[in-house]
Structure formats: C-alpha cells, structure tokens
C-alpha cells in the first residue's frame, strides 16, 4: 500500500464474517488507506451505516456490474491473477428479483453459484461509478 501513489481506497465486503476483516485492514491501515465496508442487504436503497460504511442492495451491486459490461467500460488486463475463473464467473453469473425484491443468484456452473469475485468486482464498479445515499 505504501508504495502506491496517493491514498489507496479498499471497498471491502462487511457481509458477516467480513466485518472482522474491516476492523482488521482498518486497524492495518490506518493513516496509509481508507477502508470502507459494504454490507449486502435485500433492500431497495442504499444506507449509511457510519462515516465509511453503507449497506447496499445486492441488485445495485449486481447491476452496477451488469451495466459496466453492456457498455464495454470493463475492461480486464490480461496480467490479473485468477483472470481465466473470473471470466467464468462472470460468464455463468445470473441474477433475478423476486416478487419480494431479494436477488436470486444463479450458475451454470456445476457445483452451485460462485459469485466471491464478481461481487468484488461489482463492489470497486459501483464505489467508482458513484451512488446515492438514502436520506430517510
């Protein structure tokens, strides 16, 4: 971190266990990065859940990534590590909305849905894209 230009930003999954590895890359950190935590919520909005944490929609997430790729602004270097399992993932990733709102995430993948690294990737996309924050 020390040895990249300005003051890195790290978006980082605080859905559960998730939410011990903030505080730790927070504590970690301090003063080299800001960390903010998003928790993946089956909400409509997103919410502030203190100075650099949010709980967004997992929908928004989704979308955010859905969107970025059907526009081609989501370009991949070729030299990122796991390039080949993200492009599967990202390939076999589906999602739905229920009736009730919540995300229905599906795979053609054998052995169930995998979404860790394109959820990571959605979380930079939509940090970067920028958001809204519900007020009330």
Known sequence: VRALPGRPVLVVDGTGVGDAVVAHLRGALVGLADVYSVWFTS?????RDGPNAFKVPKRLLAGAVDQALRAQKLKFAKEIPNLD???VELKNFTSTITAAGNVVLASNEAGGVHDDQVMSVALAVWFAVGFTVATA
């Open 85 to 87: 399992s993200l492009l």
């Open 43 to 47: 909400g409509s909005r997103v919410n």
